[in-house]
C-alpha cells in the first residue's frame, strides 16, 4: 500500500498568516492526489483534487502543487474559517489510503 | 442538491453485526462509485470499501476484508455496508462518499466529491 506522509502534524498560524502542508507519498503517484478539508463533527470537504484542479466553489486563496512524491497545499491568507484538520488522498492505486492529517491552529 | 444520508448505526458487542445504509439523492447513483471511509475517536481517515458503479468491481481495505461487505441497489440509490464478527478497534464514524465523475467523458475519478455526515457505529460489551 501507498503510504503518505503528511507534515506538519499539526501548527498554528494567525489570520493572514500563509501556511503550507506538506504531503510525501512512498512511491511515484503522478498527479492523483487530493486534499480535504475536515472542521470537528463534520465531514470531510473536497478541496483539490489531481494535486493542483481547485474544486469548484473553494476559494482560490487554497491552492495545491507538485507531482510524483512530494506534493504541497498552500493556503495564501489564512481566514478564521479555514481552522481545521486537512488531509491529503491519493487515488493512484488501491488501497486508497490518506495521509495523517495536519491541524491548522490560531495562534 | 445532492445528498448522502447514512444510517444503521450504533452500539453493538463484539463479534456481532450490523449493516450500514447510504441513500444518495440529487445525482444519478447508478453513474457513480461509491466508497465508505471511516474515522475513529480522534483520529484520522481510514478508507474502508469502494464498489463500482456496475458492481463491476469491488475493493477492501486489509482490516476489514472477510468480515465487511459492501453493495448497493441502483433501483433504490442505496449503498450499504454490511458488517460482521465486528471488533473494537472497527469502532468509528463511518462515511458515506460518492467518487467523482465527468458527465461528459464518462471518465471515473477515485477521489470523494461528495461526502455524507456520517453514521457512528460503536463496538464494546
Known amino acids: 500500500a501507498i503510504q503518505l506522509t503528511q507534515s506538519p502534524s499539526s501548527l498554528s498560524a494567525s489570520v493572514g498568516a500563509r501556511v503550507t502542508i506538506t504531503c510525501r507519498a512512498s512511491?511515484?503517484?503522478?498527479?492523483?492526489l487530493a486534499w480535504y478539508q475536515q472542521k470537528p463533527g463534520k465531514a470531510p470537504k473536497l478541496l483539490i483534487y489531481?494535486?493542483?484542479s481547485l474544486e469548484t466553489g473553494v476559494p482560490s486563496r487554497f491552492s495545491g502543487s507538485g507531482s510524483g512524491t512530494d506534493f504541497t497545499l498552500t493556503i495564501s491568507s489564512l481566514q478564521p474559517e479555514d481552522f481545521a484538520t486537512y488531509y491529503c488522498?491519493?487515488?493512484?492505486?488501491?488501497?486508497?489510503?490518506f495521509g495523517g492529517g495536519t491541524k491548522v491552529e490560531l495562534k | 442538491e445532492v445528498h448522502l444520508v447514512e444510517s444503521g448505526g450504533g452500539l453493538v458487542k463484539p463479534g456481532g453485526s450490523l449493516r450500514l445504509s447510504c441513500a444518495a439523492s440529487?445525482?444519478?447513483?447508478?453513474?457513480?462509485?461509491m466508497n465508505w471511509v471511516r474515522q475513529a475517536p480522534g483520529k484520522g481517515l481510514e478508507w474502508v470499501s469502494s464498489?463500482?458503479?456496475?458492481?463491476?468491481?469491488?475493493y477492501n481495505a486489509d482490516s476489514v476484508r472477510g468480515r465487511f461487505t459492501i453493495s448497493r441497489d441502483n433501483a433504490k440509490n442505496s449503498l450499504y455496508l454490511q458488517m460482521n464478527s465486528l471488533r473494537t478497534e472497527d469502532t468509528a464514524v463511518y462515511y458515506c462518499?460518492?467518487?467523482?465523475?465527468?458527465?461528459?467523458?464518462?471518465?471515473?475519478?477515485?477521489?470523494?466529491?461528495?461526502w455524507g455526515k456520517g453514521t457512528a457505529v460503536t463496538v464494546s460489551s
Open positions: 462518499a460518492r467518487d467523482a465523475y465527468d458527465i461528459l467523458t464518462g471518465f471515473h475519478y477515485y477521489y470523494m466529491d461528495v
Open positions: 464498489i463500482s458503479s456496475t458492481r463491476s468491481y469491488i
Open positions: 489531481e494535486a493542483s
Open positions: 488522498q491519493q487515488f493512484n492505486s488501491y488501497p486508497l489510503t
Open positions: 440529487g445525482f444519478t447513483f447508478s453513474d457513480y462509485n
Open positions: 512511491q511515484s503517484i503522478s498527479s492523483a
